[in-house]
């Protein structure tokens, strides 16, 4: 089953349900880059609570969806990395790069408005 | 006393649903074994890494996970076996951040770092046997 890609205004919000083959990782990475220019979205949010793991395909991968977005104009944030999950990316030595992370919704929406904002002033 | 759950799984990997099913299998094996919390989390991205590695590497090959009951101590033994192409320098392939695979080269030095026990072999045209031990800390 694909990942559901939800819309809110000018938001992406992909709420992953089950645990993720690496097939079906990129084919998410590959819809949501192909969605962020068809909605001119601002941000892209993943909800990653439903991941078991988030080993080094899957921090890579989310890597590579909030680069890409990033060079079409919207900002990635991840939500719902559990306590374990993130002791464990440590000891894997893994790193996020350009994707930001939240503990929830409403504090990834406040990042984006953030973001919106900053583009606004460089405008 | 027999509950009817095996106390060791083996898992054939040659595809990438076979990665999910080895970690999801080590992570209901180590439950049983006593780990809780962050450890069945760590457990099961170790897997993840060492099953990653077989598909992308060697295409084909073998997770065995078995309950370790010694010595007063409880814990998991994961071996992953493939007979691919072996690694030609183990030293440069446990090294951070090495990858001829296109990764972010850090399934081996990252699985050795989640657990207690770590041991590869591997010869050219052979293949690699890597076995990875955790045990289940007291108190």
Redo the contacts between chains.
Sequence with gaps: MSVPILKLGDVLIASIQL?????ELLALRDRLTGQVGDARAQGVIIDVSAL??????A??TLRAIAYSSRLRGAHTVVVGI????A??MV????ELGAVSTALDLDDALAQIEEHRRSEHRRA | MSTGVPDARRITIDR??D??AA??AG?ELASQAGFK??D???I??AI??VA?NI?VYAKRGEISLTLLDEDNRRGLQVVAKDEGPGIPDIEKAMR?GFSTGG??G??L??AR??MDDFEIESRLGVGTTVTLRKWVRRG
């Design positions: 645990e993720q083959t690496d097939a078991d793991v988030m080993d080094s395909f921090t890579r559990s306590p374990e999950v002791f464990s000891q894997l030595g893994l | 990438d649903a990665i999910v970690r999801q992570r919390g962050s069945l989390t760590l099961a991205t993840s890494e990653r598909v951070d990764s972010l850090l399934g030095p990252g770092r989640l």
